[in-house]
């Protein structure tokens, strides 16, 4: 039998150690998640756990690529739970329709479509089949906080 979207998620999470405060929400004056007409907002998740960013740092200075893609995993999951704590249950979910994957870089790095790799294969995971998604992978100077990664998401979403 197959395992569900909670099932899927939950390992995932306990697979690579990974755990988040029991609410998740936005830093300042804006949503941290927005649903309408059928679609769900996810606003940029940093790699923030229990209030902590925990990979900081330009991806290819003081960051290593490992590092960032650990980032990029804390970064969706946490975008996922929100998902999770706002809809009720991940099978509200249709599909991910979005995804961008912002890499704070120092200037000869080139790998963020690999850093965004280590988001798009938890997607694909805990939303087989309907995981597939489009993605936009971008080295940026800086990041709030000094985040290595930040990654904002586009769901579509079942009516209740």
Same mark, same amino acid.
């Not at 769900?40 to 990979?55: L, Q």
């Not at 509200?92 to 870089?105: A, D, E, F, M, T």
């Given at each position: 039998?197959?395992?569900? /979207? ?9 697979s690579?150690d990974i !755990?988040f405060?029991?609410?998740? @929400? *936005?830093? +300042? ?9 059928g ?16 990979v900081t740092? /330009?991806v ?6 490992q590092?960032?893609?650990r980032? !990029?995993?804390?970064?969706?999951? @946490? *975008?996922? +739970? ?26 000869e790095f ?14 694909? !995971? ?5 995981? *597939?998604?489009?993605r ?9 906080k000094n985040?290595?990664v ?11």
């Amino acid at each position: 039998m197959a395992q569900s /979207r909670e099932e899927l998620f939950q390992a995932t999470l306990q697979s690579l150690d990974i !755990a988040f405060e029991d609410e998740i @929400r *936005g830093g +300042a004056n804006y949503e941290a998640a927005i649903e309408d007409a059928g679609q769900f907002y996810v606003s940029g998740m940093i790699p923030r756990m229990h209030g902590k960013i925990v990979v900081t740092g /330009r991806v290819g200075e003081t960051c290593s690529l490992q590092d960032a893609r650990r980032a !990029a995993q804390i970064c969706v999951l @946490r *975008g996922v +739970a929100l998902m999770r704590q706002s809809l009720g249950s991940l099978d509200r979910i249709k599909r991910i329709l979005r995804v961008n994957v912002y890499v704070q870089s120092a200037a000869e790095f080139t790998q963020q479509s690999e850093v965004a790799d280590a988001a798009s294969d938890i997607l694909y !995971a805990v939303f087989a089949p309907d995981g *597939g998604h489009t993605r936009t992978s971008v080295g940026v100077y800086q990041l709030p906080k000094n985040a290595a990664v930040e990654i904002d998401m586009l769901a579509a979403v079942h009516d209740i």
